[in-house]
Structure formats: C-alpha cells, structure tokens
C-alpha cells in the first residue's frame, strides 16, 4: 500500500515525509483558493533538492480547471511524474496528457451516482493499451480540502479503488486500510496548521499504513 502526502508547501514537510517513506508528494500548484497553494518555482525547486537524496520519490501536481498550456509548461518545468487534475476537467481534456505523464482525475464522491463518473474516465471494458483510458487512475474524495471522509458504505459499492483522500487521519486510517487502497492520500488531518504538516503525526501515519 502506497502512501501520498499532499499539500506540501515547505522542504521540512517533503524531506520528513520522503524520509518516513512516503511515495508521492503532492504540491497544490498556483491554485490560489487553497491555504496549501504553491508557487511552481518553489515546487519546483523542493521536488529538484528531495530528489538529490530520495530519487525514487514522486512528484504529483494538483491543479484545478488549469489550461492546458499552463499544466504542461509546469509539468517539465517540475519533472512532475504525476498529474492530478482535480477541478472539472473533462475526460477528453484529461487524455491529452495520457503519453506525457502519469494522469489521475479526482471523482468527489458524494452519493452513490457519484460512483457512475468513474466509468467516464475508466470504461470497464477499456485497456491503456487500447487508448480507451482518459486516465491512469481514480482518486476518490469528499470534496477540495473539505477534511471529511466519504462515507465507508459508499466507499465498498466503489469496487477497486486506485487513490483515496479525505479526511484521512490517525483516527480512522486502520478502517481506511481495510479498503485496501492502491493509494492512501493524507493531508490535512496531519497538519499543525494549513500547509505545515505536524511531523510526529506524519511519521506515526506512514508507519501504520507501511506495517
């Protein structure tokens, strides 16, 4: 099981969290309505230090109902390895960065319908190899920085899950782990405050999700 932590805005955050054993980090690019929001030359310049150490961590952009000029000047600029598109963005938007980068779309999942998106972006019957996929994976979550979990239920009608966000914290992470999660994405119920990542509940929650 992997581990994202998201909402890195400071090399302290993104050192201690490649050092715990984290996968990805996750940087919020330019996307003013986050407290967690990052300028991409600062991105940048973390993911290019990080690297020099832990060259086999990954690098995920966010970004929300961007251009697609802008995403793909920031995804090179970067070496983002992963881009999270996590606003509106349509499937055939999605698509054109499958060749270029790892690509997953944000689902919020709300109700049960929500789920019926994911066939949208993921058809059943598709394989990457076909080029049926608009994207390489699902992330599944309550809502943009909301905090809240999605509920469990709807979460089993899922079927496999890819990426889950939301509300992950020390306090339901063992419920979250019996979903079985491609992907555990941690954020905000980590933080001091937004945008800075209490370090001793970032180490404990990697250790419970890698043992």
Not at 71 to 91: A, M, N, T, W
Request: with cysteine; glycine share 8%.
């Amino acid at each position: 099981m992997l581990v994202k932590i998201c909402g890195i805005t400071n090399f302290e955050d993104a050192q201690a969290a490649a050092k715990a054993g984290a996968d990805y980090l996750g940087f919020i690019i330019n996307y003013p309505h986050s407290p967690r929001s990052i300028n991409y030359l600062d991105a940048g310049n973390i993911i290019f230090n990080i690297r020099q150490k832990y060259k086999d961590i990954k690098a995920v952009g966010v970004f929300v109902d961007q251009s697609e000029k802008f995403v793909r000047k920031i995804g090179y600029e970067c070496q983002l390895d992963v881009l999270q598109f996590h606003g509106q963005e349509s499937p055939e938007y999605c698509q054109k960065f499958i060749k270029e980068f790892m690509v997953w779309k944000t689902i919020i999942i709300k109700s049960e319908n929500d789920l019926k998106l994911i066939k949208k972006y993921l058809p059943a019957e598709a394989s990457a190899k076909e080029g049926k996929n608009k994207v390489d994976k699902i992330l599944l979550d309550s809502g943009q920085g909301s905090g809240r979990t999605i509920d469990l239920e709807l979460l089993k009608k899922a079927g496999k899950i890819d990426v889950l966000a939301g509300g992950i914290g020390l306090g339901n992470i063992k419920k979250i782990i019996k979903l079985k999660p491609g992907i555990i994405d941690v954020n905000s119920k980590i933080e001091l405050k937004p945008g800075k990542k209490d370090i001793k509940k970032l180490k404990k929650i990697i250790s419970i999700i890698k043992t």
